[in-house]
């Protein structure tokens, strides 16, 4: 269940906010304003999972390997 809304959001912001140039909030906001600013040198899809790479090695270290790998495929 997971994948599936981790799909239909991605779906939504390639369709919907992105060519659009809205950005929402959160991880997913900041890395289509960063976007924006560099002229789209990194796909959207990069710079979110490098924002989202140091918060995901602190949840390995607070909360464990095993609640981190089921998280994981959200990002």
């Known amino acids: 269940m997971i994948g599936v809304g981790a799909a239909i959001a991605a ?4 369709i919907f906010l992105f060519p659009y140039k809205i950005a929402p909030g959160g991880i997913t906001g900041l890395a289509t304003i960063i976007n924006y600013m560099i002229d789209g040198f990194l796909p959207l899809g990069v710079l979110i999972l490098l924002l989202n790479l140091p918060l995901f090695i602190v949840g390995i270290v607070k909360l464990g390997w095993k609640l981190c790998c089921e998280r994981c ?3």
């Open 11 to 14: 779906v939504g912001i390639n």
């Open 73 to 75: 495929m959200a990002l």
